[in-house]
């Protein structure tokens, strides 16, 4: 087999290291960077300006996977390889996804997505614009994101989740979506809205609301919705107060939540969020 397969459609300035194999049906944009040893595989479609690193898998073959207990997938590429077609990788423009990310088929990804080293999105995600998944993250479709959100590093992501926008996902964060696993038919993950916190070791549990604002602080169990514009603490997690009457214990800001209203407009600028 050829490593760059004649069905392929390459754009203009593309450079690509030692061993890159790229497969039938791929469309990649002008000016792209593919690193040493990357597979594309096929039906993906990567758009310009972007930066593939080493190792990495783009459009990983779909194999068996459950949908409400049941096996959905007749035609996974498990099933029968010969008749499996790979559904399409939608990749945005300025993508920076750094060395061994493995994104499965079936995404659908907007512009500027970076990644840390050894991330997985798997099939099914709809990911917006300028989203960025730290080391180690992982991501279980089908579940869709905003725009603008932060995942910093080991950040669990459970199927059927809903995020809003310019949310922060600190090491270790963890949303849940089986009620009772492992029986996975009562999937449904939560949903956190815009400018929300979810701190480092927390877990918020299926089905609940995170609201716009708010933080959970660090190795909280969620078991209940959270208000809007609050902070909850502990296991199981209680509101202990409204985020405004947060003080900086160090007396640098005096109030700095909500947080995004309280950002000067450089470091806007520099994490790409709207004025």
């Excluded at 690193?35 to 779909?62: M, P």
């Excluded at 080391?135 to 994101?145: A, M, Q, V």
């Excluded at 609940?208 to 997690?237: F, H, M, Q, R, Y």
């Amino acid at each position: 087999m050829d490593l760059i397969s004649k069905d392929a459609e390459i754009g203009k300035n593309v450079y690509m290291g030692h061993n890159v194999i790229i497969e039938d049906g791929v469309i990649i944009g002008d000016n792209v960077e593919i690193g040493h040893n990357t597979i594309i595989r096929k039906n993906v479609h990567l758009s310009s300006n972007s930066y593939i690193g080493a190792n990495v898998i783009l459009g990983e073959y779909i194999g068996t996977y459950f949908i409400n207990g049941e096996d959905e997938t007749k035609t996974g590429y498990y099933k029968n390889s010969k008749t499996y077609k790979n559904p399409i990788l939608k990749i945005g423009t300025k993508a920076k996804i750094r060395a061994n990310t493995l994104i499965y088929a079936g995404c659908e990804i907007g512009d500027k997505l970076e990644t840390g080293s050894w991330t997985v999105i798997r099939n099914g995600c709809k990911i917006g614009n300028n989203n960025y998944l730290g080391n180690h993250c992982e991501f279980w479709g089908p579940l869709k994101t905003g725009d603008h959100n932060r995942f910093i590093a080991c950040a669990h992501i459970g199927d059927t989740s809903d995020i809003g926008n310019c949310c922060w996902f600190l090491p270790y964060a963890t949303l849940a979506t089986d009620l009772h696993p492992p029986c996975g038919k009562c999937l449904q993950g939560p949903i956190i809205e815009d400018y929300a916190i979810i701190g480092s070791f927390s877990l918020v549990l299926p089905r609940l609301k995170v609201g716009k604002n708010a933080i959970v602080a660090a190795c909280s169990l969620v078991t209940e919705d959270v208000p809007p514009e609050t902070i909850v603490v502990g296991n199981p997690a209680k509101v202990v107060k409204n985020v405004k009457d947060i003080t900086c214990p160090l007396g640098i800001i005096d109030h700095p939540y909500p947080w995004y209203e309280k950002m000067d407009k450089n470091r806007r600028k520099r994490y790409g969020y709207p004025d």
